[in-house]
T-cell receptor, first 114, second 115 residues
């Protein structure tokens, strides 16, 4: 079984400030971890993913995430927020043998203020 | 044109009506999925299909059925719609060659309102 917990359904930051969106996972097998972004009235698109290898993963639009097995975490960060980052962000996990059946977290709505 | 196309994009219907949401893809992927999104609940898997002859129930399949008419087409049906099926529905695809490490490609969603 696998699950994802995203702490904070809404996060608000100032433009230029650090973005930190938290994700903790539970998986009985080595996890593959994903962050997706959903802009208003659009489908989800992949930001970044961790499968194996380097635990610090870089994605599109300046986002990155670090897989920490000891903390069962995969937090998403961006050094400097931009207005265009306002969107909903979803963390997801899949495990060996699960095909591409992702289990999604409940999402975090990011608001960027001037 | 979008790689994963959902129709209709918006639909309002009444309780008890039969509704079909359609999904077609031009990505050549073998795997297709239907998810439902509700505010505060994230995305929940309704059905998934790993090829034309392989269809499986997801977490919340009750009240839904699917048909994989071809590799590129996967439709979701609500035989008798009820108000708590009001939600945003997403179709997604993936390539089995990348198994667990591959990403899902989503359509733009179909917003269904059941009155």
């Amino acid at each position: 079984a696998q699950s994802v917990t995203q702490l904070g359904s809404h996060v608000s930051v100032s433009e230029g400030a650090l973005v930190l969106l938290r994700c903790n996972y539970s998986s009985s097998v080595p996890p593959y971890l994903f962050w997706y972004v959903q802009y208003p009235n659009q489908g989800l698109q992949l930001l970044l993913k961790y499968t194996t290898g380097a635990t610090l993963v870089k994605g599109i639009n300046g986002f990155e995430a670090e897989f920490k097995k000891s903390e069962t975490s995969f937090h998403l960060t961006k050094p400097s927020a931009h207005m265009s980052d306002a969107a909903e962000y979803f963390c997801a996990v899949s495990g060996a043998g699960g095909g591409n059946k992702l289990t999604f977290g409940t999402g975090t709505q990011l608001k960027v203020e001037l | 044109d979008a790689d994963v196309t959902q129709t209709p994009r918006n639909r309002i219907t009444k309780t008890g009506k039969r509704i079909m949401l359609e999904c077609s893809q031009t990505k050549g992927h073998d795997r297709m999925y239907w998810y439902r999104q509700d505010p505060g609940l994230g995305l929940q898997l309704i059905y998934y299909s790993f090829d034309v002859k392989d269809i499986n129930k997801g977490e919340i399949s009750d009240g839904y059925s699917v048909s994989r008419q071809a590799q590129a087409k996967f439709s979701l049906s609500l035989e008798s719609a009820i108000p708590n099926q009001t939600a945003l529905y997403f179709c997604a695809t993936s390539d089995s060659r990348f198994s667990n490490t591959g990403e899902l490609f989503f359509g733009e969603g179909s917003r269904l309102t059941v009155l």
